[in-house]
């Protein structure tokens, strides 16, 4: 037998130079054991085959040495031999290197490996002694470790050479005294007994020697215990940290973290060393690729030494990920820099592999080079301060101010990176790049130090993110291609009849059009990349020249029709090959403009390539949507082809100039132009709705899904869910004995049991949410598997029960459909057979912020009894509350309904702990009915544990319920980012919050074994103020004895600096990114629910991460969502909205469009690939304001996928007031517009296949830009009608056209608006819920005014996003998610809607009435009408308590008066101050945009022509005396201008204004306005034929007018030396906007009074927003009171809610 070597002795937990001489000493007494020359000689000969897996394996004269020295000591018996061998080797290796570090470092490595070969090689077992022999054993108990902290510096004062040698000698001559004796046999070592299929796990726990480290992990079989392996990952981790000066506790951390990553690998695969090079693969792919593609060009180094993960040594392999996740685990907010952690990666590699190894004390990495380059990115946009500040406010960062991608794409670069770091300058020297510095790759780790990172990442922007529509256009220039090209040829091909009377011109024009946006493309995009390189550059010019080709061509085919052409003089040229010509340059254009553009514009080295390719399935998806466009556009372009024909035509003639020809035909054009854009929108979700119907037919089961929901079909269900859910064996079935009516005949005993238990585990689920009552729970639970054999079952699952459906499934629609669900999830297709064993791990997310996290009585009870809230819960889940009241009567072991009195003396304590008691599952009950942490948390810990437990129960029947349990803990995980929860119980914090900390204790004690907390703490220090993201769990001690007091943190990792730099969301999920353990990771937010029957496939579903596609496996995988918050009217109408996108839209996204990325917060992402592509979110602000949708598009852009199933889902809260939904609305929209403006998305554009872009577009920004179409297109149709009204009194050629047009076109598109956005949802109800649901969704959305609401929501996406395109500043909108019951006043209301709505809908109403006089038609007037009402009245229709009383409507409406009437004050309190903040926003954007043409000017334009048409402008030829005429000229020149008198009063107000600080009151400047403006039109009526064109034509121009004197304001155009005209222009503009509002207000306010004194329309209203009506009493049975002799629970809410007990409850 071999020398054993006792290694319990030696505490794997002292730092490593301690461990080291325990090994020493636990070697020596093996050497001493081994008195056999052949056990030495054994011994000695095998230290050269240790030899060959050495570092420093080349050095051939350490070889020699310690090769010799090794001969020189065969035959000693002394028990100091091999401290003797060691310490020759240790001088041999000393002697043949030159590095006195190194040296000291082989020294320690060949000490171990000499002294561990006793413990490794077996010998001859007659050497072994006998066990009378007295072994002589040292005591290693004086061996303590130091405390914690001194770890660090314990490696950096290590002993040198001469130090170890003295130690050795005199451990030497002092061994025999420090010895004890041992037992009289060999201490065996105790293992677990492991199939022959595996290899024993004996590990080496105490050696540096790497490729001892290889063979322990190739020695490893997939049963060896799991601690042998985290004691390799401890090794290498606390030498990473003592080499490169890394934090304790991140250490421990991400040695935590990567001992879970590879135990989820290890259960899937064949042993550890197959495991971790999967890990690895997966893990290490993007730095890998980028060390080939970067770094060996930066250094020099060989492409050899960046070996595949598969082809790379274990112990290579496992240093390369614990160092990963190490400086990973560091980085703070540099994670969002997913390159620059490579370069970090790449240095310190390098570095580790080179000869010399510095010990650095903790945290040398964090201060000397996280920080550095963390404060250049915190100071670029944010000014110092506790806490810091954001440098500009509301308004956007400048679009060439640096963020996260610019200086991450820094290091995609290797050129970039050599010229762009720069060393700091020592003593007036030049500064020296690191490149030069640098001599090897193994230095640049050791310069990091000491690089000049404010200089270096200086002026580093690769993308400028102008707010404007440029980047759009640049971007997705294709689109815009091809719908101009398809509206162009629609209305040439009914303009003109092909190629007749020289057609053909007109039809070659079109080749035209891929010139043209190729040109705005190649300068855009110079514009918008600064760091483009010159190459490409020069590349981009010359394939600009060639795209213009076409435009040469066509001037040839001009000239060749107009004259002859000879060519070389020898002939002419004829027309066919001209326009041959031309026809082939511009489809070889075309082709090339709609191709995808190069993947690497750039020319960088690093560039990841997106995934997609150009599908069949997509491609007909798109012909079909593009199909229908063109046929609706051909069946309504006659009428526009007919108008512009007659404008034409009278050009022709010469009755009308050119010039003013071109505002007739951009009226009928652009209305046409952007009707027919937009609508592509609208024929793809119509497409989209019937499309996923179809498939959802065959994926959701059809036919079967109607029997399901009434309870037949489901005796299917237990043998789908033994297979397909729990891949249980299937039973062998004799054909003759198959029973299709007993179901359970069919099965085993195990199937039976598992579907039994699991069935009954359901009903009890229902039960404990009260969603069932007891009656209903006997009825459909089974009572054993024995009682099933003998055909005793429920009846929704008893096959003779077929035809007797009634009352089978339960009366709770909850309950109803969640069975249903089960059975629906059950019968889909499923995966190859697994175990829950062999799935990857995952781990929850759950940020929280200010979120209620529970209930308690204060919100639910107020001084005189119950809440509103309690009250409304009651009422609307009363039968739920039935069940409540039932189930808390048996509170503590006692019949509560027939408890003593509570007068009886004797019960007095027990009563009030029941009180307690009761008190607090009241406030669960309600808790659980809201949307709250705590709702999230509960769903989320229970389903998901409670459904892998009887999972892994059914699959592993031999485990015990603790080794159960503990498998489900390696593969499920529950992290809340609770940034506030050290906030929460500090009082001298402003976010202190008693009841905040409270809830979050009692999460951790209730849920505790799956759940910890992870927050962001700050400290005041001497130095500064620190940051650190910390972590607690049920098991870390509270640091006070209070119920709300904090715990002390498992983890305290320090940040860099101040954390939130985004919105807060993605910074706060990134700082707790690091304390999530498993492979895949699901961010769920804090308004979500889970079920157990829906995570039964939770296996399923994470078993789709094992299958792979191009070598990756899915980035996201998607999945539905229920909504639940379909309270009251707002609630269902979002609830449906999300219930469509989540289930028909997203599943067409999935096949065929392939286009979906990253929506709903049920999606399961791959954690691998996140952390490899920055994270789970992006934290720059304002870009990043919709943080999570970028993970979707990153990876897209780095090769991944995504996919979509809906056998699983999880629940959802959406927004359930007006209010609160439109505020969640604006917010996504204010996101969509900060996308737009992105690098990703102009990728997108640029690189995917026009298919995939297609739909990629118009799901995502596009639908957005869709709405800004749909919102002009209704201005432009309303504008085009008051301009042909108007044109009927001078023929301008216009008016029939443009009736005919308006009358065909504008019905068919409001009509085709209303489609797309109620079809989807109808589709998806008929399919899931039958016939009568579809029908009664369509009644109720009409009813519920759904049409109203969908305007009211498109007007306020068009403004939020175009605004944001335009002026940038979105902002975190907290909508707030609670029951919206609280009436909002008017004046709110006012401020609110009134520029996003009420002023566009004044302005459609004012074109309306200019329209007066012609009929457009019945369609025209109710779809203009229907918008007109919803842009300025759905406010007040869907505000609680709006009509409640003419009182409080009058009360508002002074109130509203107040605030216009006010001169100062904040923007709640004054209308002047409200107004000028409104308008403040133009300052964000560019002042170049300020001299672009507007529509607004447009409008003025084409107002001015048809006034030209009727007046023309007379010639100036009298002289000065003659003042008649020239008051008449005068007056004829003042028809074209705008209203000029207000303004000259303001211009000579403004000094006095400005001297005297005299502000007169604006209602006075707006009445004097209107005065001065009726003058004018007064004075000017004498020379003009219509006073109504010239009050058209004065509202254009005071609509342009206000719109440029608000931006010459804003920008402060001439400084302080127009500082009067500023003035004067913000005066005369406010005096507009007060009549506008005013006038606006009053028409409201009247509205609202004639309303309110309906009678009883204020309980109609009510009726209508929550479906409930407080004021009728309720029938007897439906009361939730009790009876009199209910003593405990009557007291119970006698003392909460009085108003509950007046009746008695028949008891249930």
Same mark, same amino acid.
């Given at each position: 037998?071999?020398?054993?070597?006792?290694?319990?002795?030696?505490?794997?937990?002292?730092?490593?130079?301690?461990?080291?001489?325990?090994?020493?000493?636990?070697?020596?007494?093996?050497?001493?054991?081994?008195?056999?020359?052949?056990?030495?000689?054994?011994?000695?000969?095998?230290?050269?085959?240790?030899?060959?897996?050495?570092?420093?394996?080349?050095?051939?004269?350490?070889?020699? @040495?310690?090769?010799?020295?090794?001969?020189?000591?065969?035959?000693?018996?002394?028990?100091?031999?091999?401290?003797?061998?060691?310490?020759?080797?240790?001088?041999?290796?000393?002697?043949?290197?030159?590095?006195?570090?190194?040296?000291?470092?082989?020294?320690?490595?060949?000490?171990?490996?000499?002294?561990?070969?006793?413990?490794?090689?077996?010998?001859?077992?007659?050497?072994?002694?006998?066990?009378?022999?007295?072994?002589?054993?040292?005591?290693?108990?004086?061996?303590?470790?130091?405390?914690?902290?001194?770890?660090?510096?314990?490696?950096?004062?290590?002993?040198?050479?001469?130090?170890?040698?003295?130690?050795?000698?005199?451990?030497?001559?002092?061994?025999?005294?420090?010895?004890?004796?041992?037992?009289?046999?060999?201490?065996?070592?105790?293992?677990?007994?492991?199939?022959?299929?595996?290899?024993?796990?004996?590990?080496?726990?105490?050696?540096?020697?790497?490729?001892?480290?290889?063979?322990?992990?190739?020695?490893?079989?997939?049963?060896?215990?799991?601690?042998?392996?985290?004691?390799?990952?401890?090794?290498?981790?606390?030498?990473?940290?003592?080499?490169?000066?890394?934090?304790?506790?991140?250490?421990?951390?991400?040695?935590?973290?990567?001992?879970?990553?590879?135990?989820?690998?290890?259960?899937?695969?064949?042993?550890?060393?197959?495991?971790?090079?999967?890990?690895?693969?997966?893990?290490?792919?993007?730095?890998?690729?980028?060390?080939?593609?970067?770094?060996?060009?930066?250094?020099?180094?060989?492409?050899?030494?960046?070996?595949?993960?598969?082809?790379?040594?274990?112990?290579?392999?496992?240093?390369?990920?614990?160092? #990963?996740?190490?400086?990973?685990?560091?980085?703070?907010?540099?994670?969002?820099?997913?390159?620059?952690?490579?370069?970090?990666?790449?240095?310190?590699?390098?570095?580790?592999?080179?000869?010399?190894?510095?010990?650095?004390?903790?945290?040398?990495?964090?201060?000397?080079?996280?920080?550095?380059?963390?404060?250049?990115?915190?100071?670029?946009?944010?000014?110092?301060?506790?806490?810091?500040?954001?440098?500009?406010?509301?308004?956007?960062?400048?679009?060439?101010?640096?963020?996260?991608?610019?200086?991450?794409?820094?290091?995609?670069?290797?050129?970039?990176?050599?010229?762009?770091?720069?060393?700091?300058?020592?003593?007036?020297?030049?500064?020296?790049?690191?490149?030069?510095?640098?001599?090897?790759?193994?230095?640049?780790?050791?310069?990091?130090?000491?690089?000049?990172?404010?200089?270096?990442?200086?002026?580093?922007?690769?993308?400028?993110?102008?707010?404007?529509?440029?980047?759009?256009?640049?971007?997705?220039?294709?689109?815009?291609?091809?719908?101009?090209?398809?509206? @162009?040829?629609?209305?040439?091909?009914?303009?003109?009849?092909?190629?007749?009377?020289?057609?053909?011109?007109?039809?070659?024009?079109?080749?035209?059009?891929?010139?043209?946006?190729?040109?705005?493309?190649?300068?855009? #995009?110079?514009?918008?990349?600064?760091?483009?390189?010159?190459?490409?550059?020069?590349?981009?010019?010359?394939?600009?020249?060639?795209?213009?080709?076409?435009?040469?061509?066509?001037?040839?085919?001009?000239?060749?029709?107009?004259?002859?052409?000879?060519?070389?003089?020898?002939?002419?040229?004829?027309?066919?090959?001209?326009?041959?010509?031309?026809?082939?340059?511009?489809?070889?254009?075309?082709?090339?403009?709609?191709?995808?553009?190069?993947?690497?514009?750039?020319?960088?080295?690093?560039?990841?390539?997106?995934?997609?390719?150009?599908?069949?399935?997509?491609?007909?998806?798109?012909?079909?949507?593009?199909?229908?466009?063109?046929?609706?556009?051909?069946?309504?372009?006659?009428?526009?082809?007919?108008?512009?024909?007659?404008?034409?035509?009278?050009?022709?003639?010469?009755?009308?100039?050119?010039?003013?020809?071109?505002?007739?035909?951009?009226?009928?054009?652009?209305?046409?132009?952007?009707?027919?854009?937009?609508?592509?929108?609208?024929?793809?979700?119509?497409?989209?709705?019937?499309?996923?119907?179809?498939?959802?037919?065959?994926?959701?089961?059809?036919?079967?899904?109607?029997?399901?929901?009434?309870?037949?079909?489901?005796?299917?269900?237990?043998?789908?869910?033994?297979?397909?859910?729990?891949?249980?064996?299937?039973?062998?079935?004799?054909?003759?004995?198959?029973?299709?009516?007993?179901?359970?005949?069919?099965?085993?005993?195990?199937?039976?049991?598992? #579907?039994?238990? /699991?069935?009954?585990?359901?009903?009890?689920?229902?039960?404990?949410?009260?969603?069932?009552?007891?009656?209903?729970?006997?009825?459909?639970?089974?009572?054993?598997?024995?009682?099933?054999?003998?055909?005793?079952?429920?009846?929704?699952?008893?096959?003779?029960?077929?035809?007797?459906?009634?009352?089978?499934?339960?009366?709770?629609?909850?309950?109803?459909?969640?069975?249903?669900?089960?059975?629906?999830?059950?019968?889909?297709?499923?995966?190859?057979?697994?175990?829950?064993?062999?799935?990857?791990?995952?781990?929850?997310?759950?940020?929280?912020?200010?979120?209620?996290?529970?209930?308690?009585?204060?919100?639910?009870?107020?001084?005189?009894?119950?809440?509103?809230?309690?009250?409304?819960?009651?009422?609307?889940?009363?039968?739920?509350?039935?069940?409540?009241?039932?189930?808390?009567?048996?509170?503590?072991?006692?019949?509560?309904?027939?408890?003593?009195?509570?007068?009886?003396?004797?019960?007095?304590?027990?009563?009030?702990?029941?009180?307690?008691?009761?008190?607090?599952?009241?406030?669960?009950?309600?808790?659980?009915?809201?949307?709250?942490?705590?709702?999230?948390?509960?769903?989320?810990?229970?389903?998901?544990?409670?459904?892998?437990?009887?999972?892994?129960?059914?699959?592993?029947?031999?485990?015990?319920?603790?080794?159960?349990?503990?498998?489900?803990?390696?593969?499920?995980?529950?992290?809340?980012?609770?940034?506030?929860?050290?906030?929460?119980?500090?009082?001298?914090?402003?976010?202190? %919050?008693?009841?905040?900390?409270?809830?979050?204790?009692?999460?951790?004690?209730?849920?505790?074994?799956?759940?910890?907390?992870?927050?962001?703490?700050?400290?005041?220090?001497?130095?500064?103020?620190?940051?650190?993201?910390?972590?607690?769990?049920?098991?870390?001690?509270?640091?006070?004895?209070?119920?709300?007091?904090?715990?002390?943190?498992?983890?305290?990792?320090?940040?860099?600096?101040?954390?939130?730099?985004?919105?807060?969301?993605?910074?706060? *999920?990134?700082?707790?990114?690091?304390?999530?353990?498993?492979?895949?990771?699901?961010?769920?937010?804090?308004?979500?629910?889970?079920?157990?029957?829906?995570?039964?496939?939770?296996?399923?579903?994470?078993?789709?991460?094992?299958?792979?596609?191009?070598?990756?496996?899915?980035? /996201?995988?998607?999945?539905?969502?229920?909504?639940?918050?379909?309270?009251?009217?707002?609630?269902?109408?979002?609830?449906?909205?999300?219930?469509?996108?989540?289930?028909?839209?997203?599943?067409?996204?999935?096949?065929?469009?392939?286009?979906?990325?990253?929506?709903?917060?049920?999606?399961?992402?791959?954690?691998?690939?996140?952390?490899?592509?920055?994270?789970?979110?992006?934290?720059?602000?304002?870009?990043?304001?919709?943080?999570?949708?970028?993970?979707?598009?990153?990876?897209?852009?780095?090769?991944?996928?995504?996919?979509?199933?809906?056998?699983?889902?999880?629940?959802?809260?959406?927004?359930?007031?007006?209010?609160?939904?439109?505020?969640?609305?604006?917010?996504?929209?204010?996101?969509?517009?900060?996308?737009?403006?992105?690098?990703?998305?102009?990728?997108?554009?640029?690189?995917?296949?026009?298919?995939?872009?297609?739909?990629?577009?118009?799901?995502?920004?596009?639908?957005?830009?869709?709405?800004?179409?749909?919102?002009?297109?209704?201005?432009?149709?309303?504008?085009?009608?008051?301009?042909?009204?108007?044109?009927?009194?001078?023929?301008?050629?216009?008016?029939?056209?443009?009736?005919?047009?308006?009358?065909?076109?504008?019905?068919?598109?409001?009509?085709?608006?209303?489609?797309?956005?109620?079809?989807?949802?109808?589709?998806?109800?008929?399919?899931?819920?039958?016939?009568?649901?579809?029908?009664?969704?369509?009644?109720?959305?009409?009813?519920?005014?759904?049409?109203?609401?969908?305007?009211?929501?498109?007007?306020?996406?068009?403004?939020?996003?175009?605004?944001?395109?335009?002026?940038?500043?979105?902002?975190?909108?907290?909508?707030?998610?609670?029951?919206?019951?609280?009436?909002?006043?008017?004046?709110?209301?006012?401020?609110?809607?009134?520029?996003?709505?009420?002023?566009?809908?004044?302005?459609?109403?004012?074109?309306?009435?200019?329209?007066?006089?012609?009929?457009?038609?019945?369609?025209?007037?109710?779809?203009?009408?229907?918008?007109?009402?919803?842009?300025?009245?759905?406010?007040?229709?869907?505000?609680?308590?709006?009509?409640?009383?003419?009182?409080?409507?009058?009360?508002?409406?002074?109130?509203?008066?107040?605030?216009?009437?006010?001169?100062?004050?904040?923007? %709640?309190?004054?209308?002047?101050?409200?107004?000028?903040?409104? *308008? @403040?926003?133009?300052?964000?954007?560019?002042?170049?945009?300020?001299?672009?043409?507007?529509?607004?000017?447009?409008?003025?334009?084409?107002?001015?022509?048809?006034?030209?048409?009727?007046?023309?402008?007379?010639?100036?030829?009298?002289?000065?005396?003659?003042?008649?005429?020239?008051?008449?000229?005068?007056?004829?020149?003042?028809?074209?201008?705008?209203?000029?008198?207000?303004?000259?009063?303001?211009?000579?107000?403004?000094?006095?204004?400005?001297?005297?600080?005299?502000?007169?009151?604006?209602?006075?400047?707006?009445?004097?306005?209107?005065?001065?403006?009726?003058?004018?039109?007064?004075?000017?009526?004498?020379?003009?034929?219509?006073?109504?064109?010239?009050?058209?034509?004065?509202?254009?121009?005071?609509?342009?007018?206000?719109?440029?004197?608000?931006?010459?304001?804003?920008?402060?155009?001439?400084?302080?030396?127009?500082?009067?005209?500023?003035?004067?222009?913000?005066?005369?503009?406010?005096?507009?906007?007060?009549?506008?509002?005013?006038?606006?207000?009053?028409?409201?306010?009247?509205?609202?009074?004639?309303?309110? @004194? /309906?009678?009883?329309?204020?309980?109609?209203?009510?009726?209508?927003?929550?479906?409930?009506?407080?004021?009728?009493?309720?029938?007897?049975?439906?009361?939730?009171?009790?009876?009199?002799?209910?003593?405990?629970?009557?007291?119970?809410?006698?003392?909460?809610?009085? *108003?509950?007990?007046?009746?008695?409850?028949?008891?249930?």
């Amino acid at each position: 037998m071999r020398p054993h070597v006792p290694t319990d002795d030696v505490d794997t937990d002292m730092p490593k130079f301690d461990q080291s001489r325990a090994a020493s000493r636990a070697v020596s007494r093996a050497a001493s054991r081994a008195t056999s020359p052949t056990a030495r000689s054994t011994t000695v000969e095998n230290i050269p085959t240790l030899l060959g897996r050495l570092p420093f394996r080349g050095d051939a004269a350490a070889s020699m @040495a310690i090769e010799g020295s090794c001969k020189s000591s065969q035959g000693k018996d002394d028990a100091n031999a091999g401290y003797k061998f060691a310490e020759t080797t240790a001088r041999a290796l000393y002697k043949a290197t030159e590095e006195v570090a190194a040296a000291r470092k082989a020294a320690e490595e060949a000490a171990i490996i000499i002294m561990e070969e006793g413990e490794i090689e077996e010998v001859d077992s007659s050497s072994a002694p006998d066990n009378d022999e007295e072994v002589e054993v040292v005591n290693l108990n004086s061996f303590k470790p130091p405390p914690r902290r001194d770890v660090c510096q314990l490696h950096w004062s290590l002993p040198s050479w001469e130090a170890v040698a003295g130690f050795t000698a005199r451990l030497s001559a002092n061994l025999s005294s420090r010895v004890v004796h041992a037992s009289d046999s060999p201490c065996e070592q105790t293992t677990t007994s492991y199939t022959p299929d595996y290899i024993s796990a004996d590990v080496p726990e105490d050696t540096d020697d790497a490729s001892s480290l290889g063979q322990s992990i190739n020695n490893m079989g997939r049963k060896a215990p799991a601690a042998a392996r985290r004691s390799l990952i401890d090794r290498v981790c606390n030498d990473l940290q003592s080499r490169l000066g890394l934090q304790y506790d991140s250490v421990r951390n991400q040695a935590e973290h990567v001992h879970a990553l590879w135990e989820s690998f290890v259960d899937r695969h064949r042993g550890p060393s197959v495991a971790l090079h999967d890990l690895g693969k997966q893990l290490l792919r993007s730095q890998m690729e980028w060390w080939e593609k970067v770094w060996c060009p930066l250094t020099g180094t060989g492409v050899h030494e960046c070996a595949d993960p598969e082809h790379t040594a274990d112990d290579v392999l496992l240093r390369d990920i614990c160092l #990963f996740l190490l400086l990973w685990g560091e980085l703070g907010n540099l994670r969002f820099c997913p390159e620059l952690g490579c370069f970090l990666f790449a240095s310190a590699r390098s570095y580790l592999a080179g000869p010399v190894f510095e010990r650095k004390p903790e945290g040398a990495f964090l201060e000397e080079v996280v920080k550095p380059i963390f404060n250049v990115i915190l100071f670029e946009t944010f000014e110092p301060g506790l806490p810091p500040k954001f440098k500009f406010g509301k308004a956007p960062a400048p679009a060439d101010a640096c963020n996260y991608d610019d200086w991450n794409e820094l290091f995609w670069d290797p050129f970039r990176i050599k010229r762009a770091l720069k060393l700091q300058a020592k003593g007036g020297e030049q500064q020296t790049r690191l490149h030069t510095a640098s001599r090897k790759a193994s230095e640049v780790w050791t310069l990091l130090p000491d690089v000049d990172w404010l200089a270096s990442l200086r002026d580093q922007k690769s993308h400028r993110e102008l707010h404007s529509f440029l980047p759009l256009l640049v971007g997705f220039y294709r689109i815009w291609l091809l719908l101009s090209l398809s509206f @162009a040829g629609l209305v040439l091909l009914r303009v003109n009849e092909p190629f007749a009377n020289k057609g053909y011109l007109e039809w070659s024009a079109l080749g035209l059009i891929a010139p043209s946006w190729l040109f705005l493309y190649h300068v855009g #995009f110079q514009l918008l990349t600064p760091k483009i390189s010159w190459k490409s550059r020069f590349a981009c010019f010359f394939k600009l020249i060639a795209y213009m080709i076409p435009v040469a061509t066509y001037a040839l085919e001009r000239f060749s029709a107009e004259q002859q052409i000879l060519i070389l003089g020898i002939g002419e040229l004829p027309n066919s090959i001209a326009v041959a010509l031309h026809t082939a340059a511009s489809t070889m254009v075309l082709l090339l403009a709609l191709s995808p553009s190069s993947q690497n514009l750039y020319d960088w080295r690093f560039y990841p390539s997106s995934f997609g390719q150009l599908g069949i399935p997509t491609a007909l998806f798109w012909f079909s949507v593009f199909g229908a466009k063109v046929a609706f556009d051909y069946l309504v372009t006659p009428r526009l082809g007919f108008a512009i024909d007659k404008v034409w035509h009278m050009h022709a003639l010469g009755d009308v100039r050119f010039w003013l020809v071109l505002p007739q035909l951009a009226v009928l054009i652009l209305p046409a132009a952007l009707s027919s854009f937009a609508s592509l929108s609208f024929f793809e979700k119509i497409v989209i709705a019937v499309t996923g119907a179809l498939r959802g037919i065959r994926i959701l089961g059809g036919f079967k899904l109607c029997c399901y929901r009434r309870g037949i079909g489901l005796t299917h269900m237990p043998a789908k869910i033994t297979h397909g859910v729990l891949h249980l064996p299937k039973q062998q079935q004799d054909a003759t004995r198959y029973e299709a009516t007993r179901w359970w005949n069919n099965m085993s005993d195990h199937e039976l049991g598992a #579907f039994v238990e /699991i069935w009954n585990c359901m009903m009890t689920e229902l039960r404990e949410r009260d969603l069932i009552s007891d009656a209903e729970m006997n009825t459909l639970s089974f009572e054993s598997k024995e009682a099933v054999r003998h055909g005793r079952l429920p009846k929704v699952l008893d096959p003779l029960n077929v035809f007797d459906i009634r009352n089978i499934l339960p009366v709770n629609q909850e309950a109803r459909r969640r069975i249903v669900g089960l059975a629906r999830a059950a019968q889909m297709r499923p995966l190859p057979p697994s175990t829950l064993r062999q799935c990857p791990s995952m781990t929850v997310l759950i940020p929280h912020y200010t979120e209620t996290i529970r209930y308690d009585r204060d919100d639910l009870f107020t001084e005189n009894g119950s809440a509103e809230l309690l009250q409304f819960l009651v009422k609307y889940y009363s039968d739920e509350f039935r069940h409540f009241a039932s189930r808390v009567r048996h509170l503590g072991g006692c019949d509560l309904w027939n408890a003593a009195p509570a007068a009886s003396p004797a019960n007095g304590a027990e009563r009030n702990a029941q009180l307690v008691e009761l008190n607090t599952e009241l406030c669960k009950w309600a808790s659980l009915r809201m949307q709250t942490l705590w709702r999230t948390i509960e769903g989320i810990c229970l389903a998901y544990s409670k459904a892998l437990s009887a999972v892994c129960k059914q699959q592993e029947p031999s485990l015990s319920q603790a080794e159960c349990e503990e498998l489900v803990r390696k593969k499920f995980q529950l992290v809340v980012a609770m940034q506030r929860y050290a906030k929460f119980s500090d009082p001298n914090c402003p976010a202190y %919050d008693i009841r905040q900390a409270a809830a979050a204790e009692a999460i951790l004690q209730t849920f505790g074994s799956w759940l910890s907390i992870a927050y962001i703490d700050e400290k005041d220090e001497p130095e500064g103020r620190r940051y650190y993201s910390c972590l607690v769990d049920s098991n870390c001690p509270r640091m006070t004895e209070s119920q709300a007091g904090m715990r002390e943190a498992k983890f305290t990792v320090e940040l860099p600096g101040f954390p939130i730099m985004g919105h807060g969301k993605s910074d706060n *999920q990134n700082c707790a990114l690091i304390f999530t353990r498993g492979e895949l990771l699901q961010a769920i937010d804090a308004n979500q629910d889970a079920y157990f029957e829906a995570s039964l496939f939770l296996p399923r579903a994470l078993q789709e991460f094992t299958a792979t596609c191009n070598g990756r496996r899915p980035g /996201i995988l998607g999945f539905r969502e229920h909504i639940f918050s379909n309270v009251g009217i707002m609630g269902r109408i979002a609830a449906d909205n999300e219930f469509a996108f989540g289930t028909v839209v997203q599943r067409t996204m999935d096949w065929p469009m392939g286009c979906r990325m990253h929506y709903g917060h049920p999606d399961i992402m791959d954690k691998i690939q996140m952390l490899q592509q920055g994270g789970v979110s992006k934290g720059t602000r304002g870009l990043n304001l919709s943080e999570d949708i970028f993970s979707g598009i990153d990876l897209m852009l780095r090769g991944g996928w995504t996919a979509y199933r809906e056998y699983f889902h999880v629940g959802k809260g959406r927004d359930m007031g007006f209010m609160s939904v439109l505020s969640f609305t604006a917010k996504v929209s204010m996101g969509n517009g900060e996308q737009a403006i992105t690098r990703q998305w102009m990728r997108m554009g640029l690189h995917l296949p026009l298919a995939r872009l297609l739909g990629i577009f118009y799901v995502h920004v596009g639908w957005y830009l869709n709405q800004c179409f749909v919102t002009w297109s209704l201005q432009a149709f309303s504008f085009m009608a008051a301009y042909a009204a108007l044109g009927k009194q001078v023929d301008i050629g216009i008016p029939s056209g443009a009736m005919q047009l308006t009358t065909s076109y504008f019905g068919s598109f409001y009509v085709g608006f209303m489609l797309a956005s109620m079809l989807p949802l109808i589709l998806e109800e008929l399919i899931e819920n039958g016939l009568r649901a579809a029908l009664r969704s369509i009644a109720s959305s009409v009813l519920a005014l759904s049409p109203v609401f969908a305007a009211f929501q498109s007007k306020l996406m068009a403004h939020f996003f175009e605004s944001t395109v335009h002026y940038g500043g979105a902002q975190y909108i907290p909508t707030g998610r609670g029951l919206a019951t609280a009436h909002e006043p008017f004046a709110k209301l006012f401020r609110t809607f009134s520029a996003t709505h009420f002023a566009d809908g004044f302005e459609l109403a004012v074109l309306i009435v200019f329209s007066s006089g012609t009929d457009y038609g019945m369609a025209f007037y109710m779809c203009i009408g229907l918008t007109i009402m919803s842009w300025t009245f759905a406010p007040f229709l869907f505000n609680p308590k709006q009509f409640a009383t003419t009182s409080q409507v009058c009360k508002d409406f002074r109130d509203w008066a107040r605030w216009m009437c006010k001169g100062a004050g904040k923007a %709640d309190e004054s209308w002047v101050t409200w107004a000028t903040e409104l *308008q @403040a926003v133009r300052a964000n954007s560019s002042i170049v945009w300020v001299l672009v043409p507007s529509a607004r000017f447009l409008a003025a334009a084409c107002s001015t022509a048809l006034l030209l048409h009727l007046e023309p402008i007379p010639p100036f030829g009298l002289s000065i005396q003659q003042w008649f005429p020239l008051l008449q000229w005068i007056r004829s020149i003042l028809v074209f201008l705008p209203p000029l008198a207000h303004f000259v009063l303001c211009f000579v107000l403004s000094p006095l204004e400005l001297s005297c600080g005299i502000k007169p009151p604006y209602a006075c400047m707006a009445v004097l306005a209107i005065a001065l403006t009726c003058c004018e039109l007064y004075f000017m009526q004498w020379q003009t034929a219509s006073l109504a064109v010239v009050a058209f034509h004065k509202y254009m121009c005071v609509r342009f007018m206000l719109e440029a004197a608000d931006d010459t304001v804003a920008h402060r155009l001439g400084g302080c030396l127009l500082r009067p005209l500023q003035r004067a222009l913000s005066s005369w503009a406010l005096s507009f906007r007060f009549v506008r509002d005013a006038v606006v207000g009053i028409i409201l306010a009247v509205c609202c009074v004639a309303f309110a @004194a /309906i009678p009883g329309l204020a309980n109609v209203h009510l009726w209508f927003l929550f479906r409930t009506n407080p004021g009728a009493k309720k029938k007897h049975d439906d009361k939730a009171c009790l009876q009199e002799n209910d003593c405990m629970l009557l007291e119970f809410f006698q003392e909460f809610a009085p *108003q509950l007990a007046q009746h008695p409850l028949e008891r249930p």
